[in-house]
């Protein structure tokens, strides 16, 4: 299984970017995906979680960020509109199967900088 990010960045506080994260290895519908983040020295949050087209988000991104998925090409994205220095972390894309808790497979992760 492997999980490859792209799509990070340098963005202006206001702005957008869209995270990629291609899936190999695995049947893509049945896992869930998600998206986590983390700023060094501070514990990984997770900021979104799809699960056959439900999606919960972390409050802080909560109408700023969707994330989507697409079955025929193994990938799910990150959009990141409107975003805000707090948002510079590492981002991870992270899978597991339907039914269990742990996330078992991840992305080596793609780095967001948002300046002021």
């Known amino acids: 299984v492997q999980l490859l990010e792209s799509g990070g960045g340098l963005v202006q506080a206001g702005g957008s970017l869209r995270l990629s994260c291609a899936a190999s290895g695995l049947t893509f519908s049945t896992y869930d995906w998600a998206w986590f983040r983390q700023v060094l020295g501070e514990e990984r949050k997770r900021v979104g979680l799809w699960r056959r087209g439900t999606v919960g988000y972390l409050d802080s991104v909560k109408g700023r960020f969707t994330i989507s998925g697409d079955n025929a090409n193994k990938s799910v994205y990150l959009q990141m509109n409107n975003v805000k220095p707090e948002d510079t972390a590492i981002y991870y894309c992270?899978?597991?199967?339907?039914?269990?808790?742990?996330?078992?497979?991840w992305g080596q992760g793609t780095q967001v900088t948002v300046s002021s």
């Open positions: 992270a899978a597991r199967p339907t039914g269990l808790t742990n996330f078992d497979y």
